[in-house]
């Protein structure tokens, strides 16, 4: 499926992605006055305005100014892109860029487009990817608004970024050391398996019980694809879910993407917390 706007550069399949994601660096450093950033932040369903506690912004710019970036196609998203100078512990001042949205693989466009964030941080010069999202739990302890730490996860989707013979080493993508720092924040922080599926339908139960069975603690539509587009780059990789609802089956309630926003309203003051004290520390 092609998107209408012929001025996409993805539209060119001969198009190189990274050559776009520098084109879009370089304009992200024209927007933000900020020649080079050290962590990217990707906030996902339920995040929102969880990057609000890091700080006044550098600089706020709509990501239709930037090469390859469409207006976001999900409620809840935001179209917008922050540059942060946050002080770290050890003194030094970081520059965070914020990506207010993400490009999901079931909008049919195909993977390029899905990890451009990633790849236009990586230009950036950030060497810290921060992806968050909001999911399903599958363990009925943990209740909507309950933040999670990513320590691996499967990809359902039957694709993958990386294009040839590009052999990636995946282990331990979830960077531990990151996972740790985070636990320094939060100590009551658990971690899961993440499993995304395409979309853009919710999982059934019979999917939901296949998840758990192949090891999944979390279900989405996102992530998995951006994750290793990041350990392609270098970068070292921070996974947070917020779990907006039980999965299919685990209650009796239906699923709703209403609830999902509200679930993510309502943990928004314990998310932005968690980040704000995380990002000095990376």
């Given at each position: 499926?092609?998107?209408?706007?012929?001025?996409?550069?993805?539209?060119?399949?001969?198009?190189?992605?990274?050559?776009?994601?520098?084109?879009?660096?370089?304009?992200?450093?024209?927007?933000?006055?900020?020649?080079?950033?050290?962590?990217?932040?990707?906030?996902?369903?339920?995040?929102?305005?969880?990057?609000?506690?890091?700080?006044?912004?550098?600089?706020?710019?709509?990501?239709?100014?930037?090469?390859?970036?469409?207006?976001?196609?999900?409620?809840?998203?935001?179209?917008?892109?922050?540059?942060?100078?946050?002080?770290?512990?050890?003194?030094?001042?970081?520059?965070?860029?914020?990506?207010?949205?993400?490009?999901?693989?079931?909008?049919?466009?195909?993977?390029?487009?899905?990890?451009?964030?990633?790849?236009?941080?990586?230009?950036?010069?950030?060497?810290?990817?921060?992806?968050?999202?909001?999911?399903?739990?599958?363990?009925?302890?943990?209740?909507?608004?309950?933040?999670?730490?990513?320590?691996?996860?499967?990809?359902?989707?039957?694709?993958?970024?990386?294009?040839?013979?590009?052999?990636?080493?995946?282990?331990?993508?979830?960077?531990?050391?990151?996972?740790?720092?985070?636990?320094?924040?939060?100590?009551?922080?658990?971690?899961?398996?993440?499993?995304?599926?395409?979309?853009?339908?919710?999982?059934?139960?019979?999917?939901?019980?296949?998840?758990?069975?192949?090891?999944?603690?979390?279900v989405g539509m996102?992530?998995?694809?951006?994750?290793?587009?990041?350990?392609?780059?270098?970068?070292?990789?921070?996974?947070?879910?917020?779990?907006?609802?039980?999965?299919?089956?685990?209650?009796?309630?239906?699923?709703?993407?209403?609830?999902?926003?509200?679930?993510?309203?309502?943990?928004?003051?314990?998310?932005?917390?968690?980040?704000a004290g995380i990002?000095?520390?990376?």
């Amino acid at each position: 499926m092609a998107r209408l706007d012929s001025q996409n550069p993805f539209d060119d399949p001969t198009a190189d992605p990274r050559e776009i994601a520098r084109r879009a660096a370089q304009d992200v450093a024209r927007l933000s006055g900020v020649e080079r950033h050290d962590i990217a932040l990707t906030l996902g369903s339920g995040w929102g305005s969880a990057a609000d506690l890091l700080g006044e912004p550098v600089a706020s710019f709509d990501q239709s100014e930037v090469t390859g970036f469409p207006p976001p196609a999900v409620e809840g998203h935001s179209s917008v892109m922050r540059s942060f100078a946050v002080e770290g512990h050890d003194g030094r001042t970081r520059h965070v860029l914020v990506f207010g949205s993400r490009t999901h693989f079931y909008e049919g466009h195909g993977v390029r487009p899905v990890v451009h964030t990633v790849r236009t941080a990586a230009a950036a010069g950030c060497d810290t990817m921060v992806l968050t999202n909001g999911c399903g739990g599958l363990r009925p302890e943990w209740a909507p608004g309950t933040p999670v730490l990513i320590s691996d996860h499967v990809n359902l989707t039957a694709a993958s970024p990386l294009e040839g013979a590009t052999f990636v080493d995946l282990t331990d993508l979830y960077t531990p050391h990151l996972r740790q720092v985070a636990r320094t924040v939060d100590p009551s922080l658990e971690e899961g398996v993440y499993v995304q599926f395409r979309g853009p339908h919710y999982e059934t139960p019979a999917e939901v019980r296949m998840a758990k069975v192949i090891g999944g603690d979390l279900v989405g539509m996102s992530t998995t694809l951006e994750a290793i587009a990041a350990r392609e780059a270098g970068m070292s990789v921070l996974g947070l879910s917020l779990v907006t609802n039980h999965a299919a089956g685990i209650s009796d309630e239906p699923l709703d993407h209403a609830e999902v926003i509200e679930a993510g309203r309502a943990a928004s003051a314990r998310c932005g917390q968690l980040l704000a004290g995380i990002v000095p520390r990376l």
